[in-house]
């Protein structure tokens, strides 16, 4: 049981540059979600997702989009980074939306 | 003013203190209420959760909640130096059919030997 996991650990990228953080839990959880964590800001809501298929934007969610295919994956992708987007990235599964939350290791993105 | 308020820090205590961190809240509707410890570069990680006002105790680790003072607390009795970590708290809001989730900004505490 692996939890929740996350690839790349680290990315660097060039403004204007696209990618794709990756995100998968094998605990069957519906909810799943992508914050971003700043100094002095917390963690912030970027999207989620109460089920395959249904997706919703969170409190930050401009430059980024997702998709949930599947139960077990729920990708993130910026459009064309920026350096505003330099931050790190966590994915967190739930059995149900805002109750016990379980976090990935994190995505540290730095765009130059 | 941000919905959930708590001191950033650094707290710096000795091996053994008893030590306090805290939140504020502003929203009434608030349901939940929760503490996460987040080592360094790692993920945030459940630590006590707690629904009524009243303290919950888990070990060395005591959850305090004051609805009507919107207050909460996490106290960490025997402090370790394994404790030193930064410490977020955390609320739910109910939303249409799903509860949104709010942090606050995270307390750093070292905890020396």
């Known amino acids: 049981n692996a939890g929740v996991t996350q690839t790349p650990k680290f990315q660097v990228l060039k403004t204007g540059q696209s990618m794709t953080l990756q995100c998968a839990q094998d605990m069957n959880h519906e909810y799943m979600s992508w914050y971003r964590q700043d100094p002095g800001m917390g963690l912030r809501l970027i999207h989620y997702s109460v089920g395959a298929g249904i997706t919703d934007q969170g409190e930050v969610p401009n430059g980024y989009n997702v998709s949930r295919s599947t139960t077990e994956d729920f990708p993130l992708r910026l459009l064309s980074a920026a350096p505003s987007q330099t931050s790190v990235y966590f994915c967190a599964s739930s059995s149900r939306q805002g109750m016990t939350q379980y976090f990935g290791p994190g995505t540290r993105l730095l765009v130059l | 003013q941000k919905e959930v308020e708590q001191d950033p820090g650094p707290l710096s205590v000795p091996e053994g203190a008893i030590v306090s961190l805290n939140c504020t809240y502003s929203?009434?509707?608030?349901?939940?209420f929760m503490w996460y410890r987040q080592y360094s570069r790692k993920g945030p990680e459940l630590l006590m959760y707690t629904y009524s006002s009243g303290n919950k105790e888990d070990g060395r680790f005591t959850a305090q909640v004051d609805k009507s003072s919107k207050y909460i607390s996490l106290f960490i009795r025997d402090s370790q130096p394994s404790d030193s970590a930064t410490y977020l708290c955390a609320m739910t809001e109910p939303v249409y059919n799903t509860d949104k989730l709010i942090f606050g900004t995270g307390t750093r505490l070292q905890v020396f030997p």
């Open positions: 929203n009434s509707a608030f349901q939940y």
